[in-house]
């Protein structure tokens, strides 16, 4: 057990920890449940046991190696789709307002769509290290378009514009930070432009 606590914990000094990010996630925590109590002074008591409960998650999480817990990047995107789906289900999902995005766990609502952001972060950013050389080849772009796909159809389906729209633009800005060749996009624009203009003249030609 010692062996697996030492293998997995993240290995730095207490002076290396991010003191002044817990600070700012503290204080727009608080912000928070201060507009939510003002608002609805009924959901203040939920939203700070949330708050306490997330950052608790948050110190666990990052006492661990986030390199540990990319072995497991297929596993984590099939838990993420398992959560989607389990919206879907009756009696399982909560729907408020006309969309159905929540799962009751009866203490609390869970909105898998929002942890999709943080595994599909996990998830891709090892899917394109692992393909770092190849990443701006057909194979390994439609195999990513492909795989991101199914989690954009379960959320927008909620309905959850937002978020899908959301996703969409981080998973575009992953793939380039992993090294997509910026002239991929413009072949693409280019092979567009071309075949619009072929077939602008195949019209003129035909009603001419």
């Not at 997509?180 to 071309?194: A, E, M």
Request: hydrophobic share 55%.
């Amino acid at each position: 057990m010692k062996f697996l606590i030492n293998h997995i914990k993240q290995q730095y000094h207490i002076k290396d920890y991010k003191f002044g990010l817990i600070i700012s996630v503290v204080a727009i925590s608080v912000i928070g449940i201060m507009m939510v109590g003002s608002a609805k002074p009924d959901f203040m008591t939920k939203q700070i046991m949330g708050v306490i409960l997330g950052f608790g998650a948050m110190v666990v999480v990052s006492l661990i190696d986030y390199k540990w817990i990319m072995n497991f990047y297929w596993i984590l995107y099939v838990i993420n789709l398992i959560l989607l789906i389990a919206v879907k289900i009756p009696g399982l999902g909560h729907s408020a307002n006309g969309a159905q995005r929540w799962i009751n766990l009866g203490f609390m609502q869970l909105q898998p769509s929002d942890l999709t952001k943080i595994l599909l972060i996990i998830f891709f950013a090892r899917f394109f290290s692992d393909r770092e050389l190849k990443i701006s080849s057909p194979k390994v772009i439609i195999q990513s378009v492909a795989l991101l796909i199914p989690s954009l159809i379960l959320i927008v389906t909620q309905p959850n514009l937002s978020t899908t729209i959301c996703i969409a633009a981080l998973f575009c800005a992953l793939i380039f930070l992993a090294g997509l060749n910026y002239k991929f996009v413009g072949d693409y624009d280019s092979c567009r432009c071309d075949l619009s203009c072929r077939r602008g003249a195949a019209e003129s030609a035909f009603f001419a």
